[in-house]
Each structure stands twice: as structure tokens, then as C-alpha cells.
């Protein structure tokens, strides 16, 4: 499973690069954010379940946001509160509101960052 999720989450990854970064994507802009957060999103849930697997696999059925508050139990405080925040964060971007303007192109960045960051950092 660690070999399938770990080329997921790196193909997750480059997905959300290829959004942010070819304008030749055929979509608009806000579009290629919305598109690199889910991409985002979707690798930070992976490396989450990937962690909490290892050490309590019936969590499967669990949603995520109660996985978020196993995490600290099995990571660093720092880790599991980065990881939340980013996770919330990508939750807001992913999601059209009328009434909201999308995540801009730079908080997509930093968003990738971090997940590119905390990705190498929860354990196996």
C-alpha cells in the first residue's frame, strides 16, 4: 500500500504543479485553483491515512476531520496542527461559493508548500 499511495500522493502533487503552473490548462484560473487545492487536498488526506493506518487500521470508515484529531496522538503536536490548518484551509479552496472569491494563485503556492513539506514529514 506505502508504494501505491506514495506515487499517488507525488502524482497529487505534480497534478497541483501542472495546474498552478501551465496556463495551457484548459480551464479558467480560479478553475486551476480550485483544481490544485482538491489535488492538495486529496495527497494531505492520503499521507494522513497512510500514517494513522500503520498504528490503527479501523479508521478506514472514519472522515477525515476526526482523523485530524487522531493525528496528534501519533505525530508532533506541530505536525498534526500544521496538517489541520493546511486541511482546513484546502477544504475552504476547493469549494465554490457564489458569494466567495476562490483561493488567489499565491495562497495555492503556500498551500503546496506545506504539503509538500508535511507529506515527508508524518511517519509511515
Do not use: F
Amino acid at each position: 500500500m506505502t508504494g501505491a499511495a506514495s506515487t499517488s500522493i507525488d502524482e497529487l502533487l505534480q497534478t497541483a504543479d501542472q495546474l498552478l503552473s501551465d496556463p495551457g490548462v484548459e480551464a479558467s484560473e480560479a478553475g486551476r485553483h480550485r483544481g490544485a487545492s482538491l489535488a492538495l487536498r486529496t495527497a494531505l488526506e492520503i499521507a494522513v491515512d497512510r500514517t494513522l493506518d500503520a498504528v490503527m487500521p479501523r479508521l478506514a470508515g472514519v472522515t477525515t476531520r476526526a482523523k485530524m484529531l487522531c493525528l496528534r496522538c501519533y505525530t508532533t503536536g506541530s505536525i498534526a496542527r500544521r496538517s489541520n490548518a493546511v486541511w482546513s484551509h484546502l477544504c475552504l479552496g476547493c469549494h465554490y461559493h457564489q458569494y466567495e472569491i476562490g483561493p488567489t494563485r499565491d495562497q495555492v503556492r503556500a498551500w503546496r508548500a506545506e504539503v509538500g513539506e508535511l507529506v515527508g514529514e508524518l511517519p509511515r
